[in-house]
């Protein structure tokens, strides 16, 4: 192969890489103009270039499904020596997480005050390379581009969890998330390096085939590499019992910062983890041995775990980012299901259920984090007794939140109701009955705290004469989720076909 040819060959695979460019590219133009332009000039303008830049890169993502519809490649797109993978399973994720941070980005648009946040340019632009990492680890085919990827977007975290400087609250909730983020990726390098160690690789596909021809000899070492790993991603999803950190650090964030942890940092983790239960210890050899069942038991406990504490703990909650977080606690329980599934002939549809449910489960949270907002911005406090009378001063903000707390809840017909029940029913499916007891007595006990804060809205009188301080991407952002989350629950089947048309397990996932 000539120079030339291989330049040529090179430069084309940056059509693939474009998502990611475009960001990269974004987050330094922003930074150099938050850097040169006058104090006068209102921040809230990088915000909207931010947003732009998150839209070109959706863009060039859905370009990469048709050029590799239109190309019909035998196998994904593998760039950078194997080490990333260009698949419908990735891009999938990136338009969760492009869209989802965009909605972060707009609800946050005249809502974010100097006097809270002292760099308002910053705290726009840091979001493009904390959703690079995020892309990163879901394009990821090495541990090493999985490492790199998701310690992106944790140091990215970290600081936008700092971001009120003078506030006590934020400074200790970053403290805590540097300390328990850094003790967790230590766990996540401690179960690759097993991996590395039995394998002589970092490469998935490579670790995938000596694992297969050496599995019996490295049975006790397997369990350990994987239960290390199965403990480091237990806290990026927020998993109980490695969900300590998430009520304070949610409490403390800036709450768009909250709301981006809550939906792209936890579908990162889950992304990486469905990357390496399947792509790594997928193994056709391993499939009826004990140490594949006993993987997938440990997810299957690990949900039932984050769905009990979720739910139990949400009960006792006074303050709404706290109950918010005890309730994506338990909601890291419902994704985990369509994971711990073991794939059978009888039921392989467990990557669908769980991105109809992720889709869901993004919008109806984007537009309570919306309405928390605007609760703050009134009231100045995340009280739930801030809620009191809410449907007489604002009958549509109240009657919005109602819709999104059903879809939580899973009260027909919503895009939460449709989700809980596609992924119980793959449950039922996969011979697990009292992992979907469980989810059905979890989500029961659930309604008790969202038709708490219903109660507090219609049933317990507020100062009805003062109306709510609000802004129109706030409102825009409330009534966006609302219309999506009954789309959802109208169309689900529709939805369903479309994510089975684009993705394919074999070739997105596995190494078989």
Known sequence: MSIQSLTHMQAGDLVYLAPELTLVVSAVILSLMDLLMPSKINRNLLG???IVALGISAAFVINDFNLMEKLNLAEPKQLLNLSYRVDDFGNLFKLVFLVGTGLTIFMSLGSVKEKDIPHVGEFYYLFLPAVVGAM?????GDLITLYVGLELLSITSYILVAMRKQD?????????????????????????????????STNFKEINAQLSANYS???????????????????????????TWTPDVYQGAP?????????????AGFAILFRTIYGVFGIRELISTKIYDDIFLGLAVLAAASMIVGNLM??????????????????????????????????????????????????????????????IRTHGNEDLSSLAGLYYRAPYTAVAMVFLLLSLAGIPVTGGF??????????IQTQKYWLAATMIITSVISFYYYF????????RSGNVDSGLDSTIPLNITVWLAVVVSLLLGFFPQWILTQIDQIFSLTKDLLFL
């Open 314 to 375: 949400a009960l006792r909650q006074t303050n709404l980012k706290r109950l918010l977080a005890y309730s994506g606690v338990a909601n890291a329980g419902y994704l985990l299901i369509p994971i711990a599934s073991q794939l059978m002939l009888a039921h392989f549809s467990n990557f669908s259920e769980f991105m109809y449910y992720l889709i869901a489960y993004l919008f109806m949270n984007i537009g309570v984090f919306a309405v928390v907002m605007i609760i």
């Open 452 to 459: 708490r804060i219903i109660r507090q809205m219609f049933m």
């Open 217 to 243: 000899s490295f049975e006790a070492l397997i369990y350990v590499a994987a239960f290390l790993l199965l403990a480091g991603f237990g806290f990026k999803i927020a998993a109980a019992p490695f969900h």
């Open 255 to 267: 709450t768009p910062v909250t709301a981006f942890l809550a939906i792209i940092s936890k579908a």
């Open 168 to 200: 006590q609250l934020s400074t200790e909730a970053a403290y805590k998330y540097v300390v328990l983020g850094g003790i967790s990726s230590a766990i996540i390098l401690y179960g690759m390096s097993f991996l590395y160690g039995m394998t002589g």
């Open 48 to 50: 909207w270039l931010a």
């Open 418 to 427: 449709f989700g809980k029940l596609f992924i119980m029913l793959g449950t």
């Open 136 to 140: 990163v680890m879901a394009s990821s």
